[in-house]
């Protein structure tokens, strides 16, 4: 007969970048571990572009359930995972990966999903059908974004980057839907946009401002903003000033994270008003 009071090792998962410090996952999956009573750890770990290949690989023989990959490692993790999924090899990108019971990876991207969560649960009524759709920016969150808008079946998107020919590559994966706007006729791209998206760092504290008018924007869009520090950008007070519907940031970061906690430690949590009261209480 076995011990009932057998030990039984905490579960572990992290978060792996360079540098880590900035990261608010830890303080997102720890907050669900303690509120589920999940005996596990999540862990913030540093690795360099050098360290990157081998610290991966060794994390299952440490205990490792799985990981989430960060800043800059996302597009070198898709070359090394053993399978991906499609939304991953679709975006180029893996942000989430679970190790195997033989050890092996496989490769997620959550970004996407967690944008489309954020929109509902914080926008009920915001359809991506509804009209056309604005994306700012060509960066690694803006493939996730316009792969999201396009699986819930937007008919037209305009994309505009301060760089067109990023724009245009990301446009040519995409297909005809993607329509490329030169970044200054961004503010007239807004006409008739009923999702517009910031998926750029401008705004974020120590950022210049993002200075896209969307005056002419129906009155029925909505507007988001990834940026998250600060919470409600200058583009959002703006969007709100003129009537708009607005979304912030932060539910992105923590519904992305949702797929990932329930394959590591078999639970799926809810994305509440705790959860982002702890984040940002950070």
Known sequence: MSDVNEYRPPLLAGVVGYPIDHSRSPVMHNYWLKRHGINGFYIPISLAASDFVAGIR??????????????????????????????????????????KDDGSIRGDNTDGYGFIQNMRQNAPDWDARSGPALVLGAGGAARAVVSALLSEGV???????????????????????????????????????????????????????????????????????????????????????????????????????????????????????????AVLDR
């Open 155 to 277: 008919t037209e998107l305009r994309l505009a980057n301060r760089t067109r020919q990023r724009a245009q590559l990301l446009a040519d994966q995409f297909g005809a839907k993607v329509q490329v706007v030169d970044w200054n006729r961004a503010s007239d791209a807004a006409d008739g946009a009923m999702t517009i998206v910031n998926t750029t760092s401008l705004g974020m504290q120590g950022q210049p401002d993002l200075l896209i008018n969307i005056d002419s924007a129906p009155k029925a869009a909505t507007v988001t903003d990834l940026v998250y520090a600060p919470l409600i950008t200058p583009f959002l007070e703006n969007a709100a000033a003129l009537g708009l519907k607005t979304v912030d940031g932060l539910g992105m970061l923590l519904h992305q994270g949702v797929p990932g906690f329930e394959l590591w430690f078999d639970h799926r949590p809810e994305v509440d008003e705790g959860l982002r009261m």
């Open 58 to 99: 060794s994390l299952p023989r440490l205990g490792f359930k799985g990981v989430n990959i960060t800043i800059p490692h996302k597009v070198s993790m898709l070359g090394l995972a053993d399978s991906v999924t499609d939304r991953a090899a679709l975006i180029g990108a893996v942000n989430t990966i679970t190790f």
